[in-house]
């Protein structure tokens, strides 16, 4: 790039004199001097936006609670105060400026997950579960925790806190029409489902967001992760490091697990991205990088648990846990509508593991609904693990979805579905109906559904059984040989000098302003900024430069695939051995390695008296069951139910000042079971239900042909259906025709 000449520059030689060449150096290298300018002052940035990090780093460890929130909170009820404490508390969050917020509507509660990293990841930024869930109106709730755990507390207080927490939400808003809506993130997800089972009736719809609840499951050739607990003989290793801990066990080593996972951006491509992008990304990747960092412990009891339990017991969904004082937590339990949200780009939480739950707990689908269970799954096709509850344009989109269509969601029937996303265009019928740019739809789905997701294996099944075994064998000769030697060396204090030498806090210790010469550089960084020179962007050697990247992260994306299909041999030769089976006793019986829930003689009997009642119940009611019944009727169709039906129903209900959300919950549940029972029954006494007058029958016929073409003009079997609604409202009464 040509520079303009200086003032004091000599005059040009005569046309006598030998022609001299320019002597700027930038100019005698073209392309590559610009280059070489560019990339200096890159890198003096880049360390620069690396010493910030470190000290970000140093003031967030300082801070008994650390966060990443971007909302105003205020404190509401501190777990530390509850008769078990726990080091978790819940924060109310102030709405910005502009925002309006409801009262009416139900209150929405996110909890981050304590999995490696402090809370505030489901509040990051403007565009988060968070942000859209108080732009749609709701009043919003943060359940965080401090960096250390209250000695003693276990997951069970834990549960029992989130518990105490709703109900001082249920308080706070006596006027909302349904209860909390709870999004669990992670690991909060499976945690929620824990205290829903427990505590049913505090709990409005659940959404749980990349969460793990059936952790065997998986792909061969695929997710790595679950090949660890077998790899190490089991949890063991986590005793271990929790004894070494003097009983607690860090964060840290959880997020080297998350970042093990991909070593290509781990090693090079974080870095480097903020290297090659120093001008517009420095904020961004401080931001995240602040939450990143910031690890906070749990006690050696909790993490315990939860590997034995979970991660390598697999015991969840399958009814065999237990608390303190006997209560099974049986997933079946949980009454509100649960949504699943998972994605195929998700490494850490595949889709095998957040949907494996459902047909490991159900058998067919008639055991969802007698269960009075309703399941909604979506899978995305390729947000990243955290990009499922970080990523702006996964919140602009589905988390809106979800927000905005929360109650129709709370009132669907009993079953399983799909929740499906389209655009809105010109052509979309109805388009005051929509609340965004997308219109939601749940289909109903089969088992057979997700089982072609899942794809449990009877095989897969045994091999993690065996690590069940190992791993309990082993843990027990660790705790009985080498425990104590362990917990004796933690005692004494010699370990904790090592904690300085880890590499990760040197990098920390050497870009903070603690070093001296990092102080001369953030000077530096100043005056780089004043003269910044960026490259132009057909320079030669930029294409150089990203060609040199990609074969890097070619290399170590090839070096993790080769490491991760040698873990999974040895993991698939170790534990499929018919000796090694044999020899842990999974060999003596031809009953499946896992078993799965049975159903108790009270929740059969309970099934028959709901059977009967409904079955005695069918041609009960008046107009009004009358016309949901025909609603459910034709939409109980395979379309399923489009946001825009319901949003009608919700126009209709608010002119006639009728039921609470609750109560049209119920009458629609009743409806839809009557239906199901005897189809032909319940559509017979239909006529018998309407009002003589055949004025009003018209109006309330009107009123269901609103509802059915909301969505548009029926067609195919949604057609036929409104067609025998049509004969049946014409049809009069019994005493009539009598």
Not at 71 to 81: K, M, N, Q
């Amino acid at each position: 790039m040509a520079t303009k000449a200086s003032k004091s520059s000599p005059k040009a030689p005569s046309s006598t004199a030998p022609a001299v060449a320019d002597s700027n150096p930038a100019q005698a290298w073209g392309p590559l001097a610009e280059y070489l300018v560019d990339i200096t002052q890159r890198s003096i940035l880049f360390m620069d936006v690396l010493r910030q990090r470190s000290d970000q780093y140093y003031v967030q460890k300082a801070k008994k609670a650390p966060n990443v929130l971007s909302f105003a909170a205020e404190p509401v009820l501190d777990g530390r105060t509850l008769p078990r404490p726990v080091n978790y508390g819940i924060a109310h969050i102030k709405p910005p400026a502009g925002v309006v917020i409801d009262e009416r509507k139900r209150p929405f509660v996110v909890v981050d997950p304590r999995a490696g990293q402090g809370p505030g990841i489901g509040g990051f930024k403007a565009d988060s579960e968070i942000g859209v869930a108080l732009r749609a109106g709701h009043p919003c709730y943060l359940i965080g925790f401090s960096a250390e755990p209250v000695p003693g507390q276990t997951l069970e207080d834990i549960m029992r806190a989130e518990a105490a927490f709703l109900e001082k939400v249920i308080a706070n808003h006596p006027k909302a029409d349904g209860k909390p809506c709870i999004i669990g993130n992670c690991q909060a997800g499976w945690a929620v489902m824990m205290m829903a089972a427990t505590r049913p009736e505090l709990c409005g719809p659940i959404i749980i967001a990349g969460a793990p609840l059936s952790y065997w499951a998986g792909e061969i050739g695929k997710n790595p992760m679950r090949y660890s607990g077998g790899l190490a003989g089991g949890s063991w290793m986590t005793a271990l490091a929790s004894d070494l801990g003097n009983g607690k066990f860090t964060g840290e080593y959880l997020v080297k697990n998350f970042e093990n996972l991909n070593p290509a951006n781990t090693l090079w491509s974080k870095n480097y991205d903020i290297w090659a992008n120093v001008d517009q990304g420095a904020q961004r990747f401080l931001d995240f990088e602040k939450w990143w960092n910031t690890c906070i412990n749990l006690n050696g009891e909790e993490i315990q648990w939860i590997v034995d339990k979970l991660f390598v017991g697999n015991r969840l969904a399958t009814a065999e846990i237990t608390t303190s004082d006997g209560t099974r937590i049986d997933l079946r339990n949980i009454h509100s509508p649960i949504i699943c949200f998972c994605s195929k780009g998700d490494n850490i939480t595949p889709p095998q593991q957040a949907l494996g739950w459902i047909t490991d707990l159900y058998s067919k689908d008639d055991d969802i609904r007698a269960a009075d269970q309703t399941i909604i799954y979506m899978v995305h096709d390729s947000v990243g693990h955290l990009g499922i509850f970080v990523s702006g344009g996964v919140a602009r989109k589905e988390h809106r979805e979800f927000a905005s269509n929360i109650d129709l969601i709370d009132v669907l029937p009993p079953g399983l579905y799909q929740a499906v996303l389209t655009p809105k265009t010109a052509d979309t019928a109805n388009p005051e109906l929509v609340t965004g740019d997308w219109i939601v739809r749940f289909e109903p789905r089969k088992l057979d559904d997700v089982r072609q997701i899942v794809k449990p294996d009877p095989e897969n099944e045994r091999r993690f059984a065996t690590v069940r075994r190992v791993s309990e064998i082993n843990l027990g000769l660790y705790r009985a040989v080498l425990q104590p030697f362990a917990r004796a060396i933690a005692s004494t204090g010699m370990l904790e000098p090592l904690k300085k030498f880890d590499p990760d806090e040197l990098l920390f210790e050497f870009f903070s302003d603690r070093n001296p010469m990092m102080q001369q550089l953030a000077k530096l960084a100043e005056q780089v900024r004043v003269q910044r020179r960026p490259v132009p962007g057909d320079n030669p050697m930029l294409q150089w430069q990203t060609a040199f990247s990609d074969s890097i992260v070619a290399a170590l994306d090839n070096w993790r695939n080769l490491r991760d299909h040698g873990m999974e041999q040895l993991f698939l030769a170790t534990y499929s051995s018919p000796l090694l089976q044999a020899l842990v006793g999974l060999s003596g019986s031809d009953e499946p390695p896992r078993r799965r829930p049975g159903t108790d003689p009270e929740r059969l009997a309970f099934v028959h008296q709901c059977i009967s009642e409904t079955r005695a119940g069918i041609a009960k009611g008046g107009a009004r069951e009358a016309v949901i019944r025909s609603m459910v009727y034709i939409c109980m169709a395979k379309t399923g139910v489009d946001e825009r039906t319901f949003n009608i129903i919700e126009k209709i209900r608010a002119e006639h000042q009728g039921m609470t959300l609750q109560e049209f919950k119920v009458a629609l549940r009743e409806q839809f079971f009557a239906l199901l029972l005897d189809q032909e029954a319940a559509l017979k006494a239909i006529p018998a239900m309407l009002p003589a007058d055949s004025a009003v029958r018209k109006k309330l016929l009107e009123a269901v042909h609103r509802i059915v073409s909301a969505a548009g003009e029926a067609a195919d079997e949604r057609a036929k259906r409104l067609a025998v609604i049509d004969q049946l409202f014409a049809s009069p009464p019994p005493t009539q025709a009598a």
